[in-house]
């Protein structure tokens, strides 16, 4: 959750936590551990309910994944 950040800024802030991970190493118990993250981005629709609009960035984050993961879709 961003408050008063626009769709556009948190795409922008999600995108830049991705590259920051993708572009960090883990290390655990000696073994480097290369991670990524996959982002589902959308607005507070406030005719919707609260579930309703985690259910939307849910399925976001599953296009994400499915489409190759390691990106942000909005």
């Known amino acids: 959750m ?4 626009s ?5 922008a802030v ?5 590259k920051t991970v ?11 551990i290369k ?3 996959s982002f ?3 607005e507070i629709d406030l ?5 309703d609009n985690i259910k939307s960035a849910d399925e976001k ?3 994400a994944k499915q489409t190759g993961r390691n990106r942000v879709i909005v």
Do not use: K
């Open 7 to 11: 769709l556009e800024d948190a795409a």
């Open 40 to 42: 589902g981005c959308t």
């Open 61 to 63: 984050l599953y296009t």
């Open 35 to 37: 991670m990524t993250m």
């Open 14 to 18: 999600s995108e830049n936590a991705r």
């Open 2 to 5: 961003l408050p008063d950040c």
């Open 22 to 32: 993708m572009d960090s190493v883990c290390v655990f118990e000696g073994t480097e």
């Open 47 to 51: 005719s919707l309910s609260a579930e």
